[in-house]
């Protein structure tokens, strides 16, 4: 086992976190922009992937004070590029799952062999990431 770098994970740690963050917005917006027939099933999506970011964001957080580390106050920037047919809004949120998946498999080059409990957090969060950009993947089939 390699030695934990506390202050590179901390650091990861509060970028996911930030953009965890600056997801819950991004979802919600997207969910009150849905219009047309399938406008149920897709607010709820949006809703739920909102709430999962907020969680995300939280265990973050705790992960980051459980190393003595201090949660970040901000969230990353969010683009709005004023284009809100569903097609766009999938566009953009597969972006969003992309970038959360590099960014947990930043952490996890940095935790790997360091710490089983962070290795095994992290590699469950890239699960979560690459089941979304899947699904998101599938919802867009539609729009080819």
């Known amino acids: 086992m ?3 770098d506390t202050s ?3 650091e990861l740690l509060n970028q996911i976190m930030e953009f965890e963050l600056a ?36 265990e973050a957080g705790e992960i980051i ?5 201090h949660p970040s106050q901000q969230i990353s920037a969010i683009e709005e590029n004023n284009r809100h047919s569903v097609k766009d809004l999938l ?12 960014m947990y498999k930043k952490l996890l080059d940095v935790v790997q ?8 957090y992290t590699r469950t969060k890239i699960g979560q990431e690459e089941m979304h950009t899947l699904e ?9």
């Not at 062999?113 to 290795?119: F, I, P």
């Not at 998101?136 to 080819?144: A, C, F, G, T, V």
């Open 23 to 58: 997801g819950v917005v991004r979802y919600t917006h997207c969910s009150l922009m849905v219009t047309g027939p399938n406008r149920i099933p897709i607010v709820d999506f949006f809703k739920t992937q909102a709430n999962e970011s907020l969680l995300h964001a939280q």
């Open 91 to 102: 566009s953009e949120s597969l972006n969003h799952e992309q970038t959360a998946l590099n």
């Open 2 to 4: 390699k030695n934990l």
């Open 8 to 10: 590179q994970t901390i």
């Open 113 to 120: 062999n360091a710490s089983v409990y962070l290795e095994e």
């Open 65 to 69: 004070t459980g190393l003595e580390g």
């Open 136 to 144: 998101i993947k599938k919802m867009l089939r539609d729009y080819s």
